[in-house]
Nanobody, 116 residues
Framework: EVQLVESGGGLVQAGGSLRLSCVYS????????IGWFRQVPGKGHEAISC????????YYADSVKGRFTISGDNAKNTVYLQMNSLQPEDTAVYYC?????????WGQGTQVIVSA
């Protein structure tokens, strides 16, 4: 069974940085996309960023472009999200998401709180 485990969330002041990590297991196919969504209470999931394999193409939502950077380490089955210049509006639960054709896998989420 494919599992995704996030870590790295926490409390940070506005202007600070955090790095989220997502380790995925029991998945060895190259042709996939993995990335991050976030959700605040009362709202749906917002796609933040993803990286595709094997071409390495990336996507960023306009709301995070220039501040967040996604990267992956296939050898470690890990994807990272470096978040800089965090703002209170970035406060959310961040979820790791892996898409392989019609299959979608989700992590349990990690909370990010940015104080003003």
């Amino acid at each position: 069974e494919v599992q995704l485990v996030e870590s790295g969330g926490g409390l940070v002041q506005a202007g600070g940085s955090l790095r989220l990590s997502c380790v995925y297991s029991a998945f060895t196919f190259e042709d996939h996309a993995i990335g991050w969504f976030r959700q605040v209470p009362g709202k749906g999931h917002e796609a933040i960023s993803c990286i595709s394999s094997p071409d390495g193409g990336t996507y960023y939502a306009d709301s995070v472009k220039g501040r967040f950077t996604i990267s992956g380490d296939n050898a470690k089955n890990t994807v990272y999200l470096q978040m800089n210049s965090l703002q209170p509006e970035d406060t959310a639960v961040y979820y790791c998401h892996l898409k392989w054709y019609q299959a979608n896998y989700w992590g349990q989420g990690t909370q990010v709180i940015v104080s003003a």
